[in-house]
């Protein structure tokens, strides 16, 4: 089945730095890429996500990019603040009528004032 | 706003209790899911359905089963509670065609 290997597992940028988190996949059928963002006492949330047809995706200070070849996909936040402070984590999936997502373990962010 | 809601913030129970945890979506979604979290691994799949009274084993269902008698509610069931399934269980659905998932706010469980 697939594997998701996630990096780092915990992240300290100051406010104003950028944060990248990698993510890697085993499975070269997958092609749907979504990423969540967890806040303390929450359930994860969709904040972006990137289909095998795309190569980068941007959303204001997010953005996403992915590399078929090499199999990985990477989260990139601009401009850091304190509320971007969260667990975040990559998926991926094979779609198509098998839209079960297989997680990576997740990111620690903390954004430092 | 469409939810995911999960019955129960907080549980405390006693070892070899039977548990219910309910999840209930107003998506119309015929996806559902059951996740458990845990610090360090992340989150596995535990069940999941793809249809009404359709039920499909995750990556660790052993001491957990569900039920889904109606399309927006799916249970997950703790037959005899262990303190090793203390732990926070996040609820998700999607549509058949996805993608991505909605999350409910998670139930943290202690089983004591």
């Known amino acids: 089945g697939e594997n998701v290997e996630q990096h780092p597992s915990t992240l300290s940028v100051q406010e104003g730095d950028s944060a990248v988190i990698k993510c890697t996949y085993s499975d070269s059928a997958s092609n749907y890429f979504p990423w969540y963002k967890q806040e303390l006492g929450k359930g994860p949330q969709l904040i972006i996500d990137?289909?095998?047809?795309?190569g980068e995706k941007k959303d204001q200070r997010i953005a996403v990019t992915l590399n078929k070849t090499a199999k990985h996909f990477s989260l990139h936040i601009t401009e850091t603040q304190p509320e971007d402070s969260a667990v975040y984590f990559c998926?991926?999936?094979?779609?198509?009528?098998?839209?079960?997502?297989?997680f990576g373990k997740g990111t620690k962010l903390s954004v430092i004032p | 706003d469409v939810k995911v809601t999960q019955s129960s913030r907080y549980l405390v129970k006693r070892t070899g209790e039977k548990v219910f945890l309910e999840c209930v979506q107003d998506m119309d979604h015929e996806n559902m899911f059951w996740y458990r979290q845990d610090p360090g691994l992340g989150l596995r799949l535990i069940y999941f359905s793809y249809d009404v009274k359709m039920k499909e084993k995750g990556d660790i269902p052993e001491g957990y089963s569900v039920s889904r008698e109606k399309k927006e509610r799916f249970s997950l069931i703790l037959e005899s509670a262990s303190t090793n399934q203390t732990s926070m269980y996040l609820c998700a659905s999607s549509l058949s065609q996805g993608p991505g998932y909605t999350f409910g706010s998670g139930t943290r469980l202690t089983v004591v």
């Open positions: 998926a991926a999936s094979k779609g198509a009528g098998s839209y079960q997502l297989t």
């Open positions: 990137i289909r095998s047809n795309v």
